[in-house]
């Protein structure tokens, strides 16, 4: 019975240092609690975030920003996701979160907007 109970220990012990070695995920907890924007490449907050802001204005980008596929607003601000179409844009109320854009906006984005000055064509959530 000794010698059952050491293997198991040792097994045990393998298989937690085994555990502690596994790296940890990225995705919404490397978006701080509040006070900030983040877009994220992947569905369900996947990944390290693509764009994070927290002040007011207008920030066009190219390259990864472009692959946004969810988005959080810890803000105290309106912000404006805009697509493709100068004109068109999603707005996301301080604390919304979305874990997959619509298909029209997913991967599509040319540029956010903290406490936007014009809301035309804005659809809100929430």
Same mark, same amino acid.
Do not use: E, N
């Given at each position: 019975m000794r010698l059952g109970i050491g293997v198991a220990l040792s097994v045990a012990s393998v298989a937690a240092m085994a555990?502690? *070695?596994a790296p940890a995920s990225a995705? &919404?907890?490397d978006c701080p609690d509040w006070g900030v924007a983040c877009a994220f490449m992947d569905v369900n907050y996947g990944g390290k975030p693509i764009w994070q802001e927290s002040r007011p204005g207008y920030y066009s980008y190219t390259g990864s920003f472009q692959n946004t596929t969810?988005?959080?607003n810890r803000t105290g601000y309106t912000v404006?996701?805009?697509g493709r179409e100068e004109y068109l844009g999603l707005c996301f109320?301080?604390? &919304?979160a979305v874990r997959d854009l619509p298909d029209n906006w997913d991967d599509k984005?040319? *540029?956010?907007e903290i406490e936007p000055h014009n809301y035309n064509g804005c659809t809100h959530w929430a």
């Open positions: 555990g502690m *070695a995705g &919404v907890h969810s988005f959080i404006k996701l805009i109320s301080p604390g &919304v984005l040319r *540029a956010i």
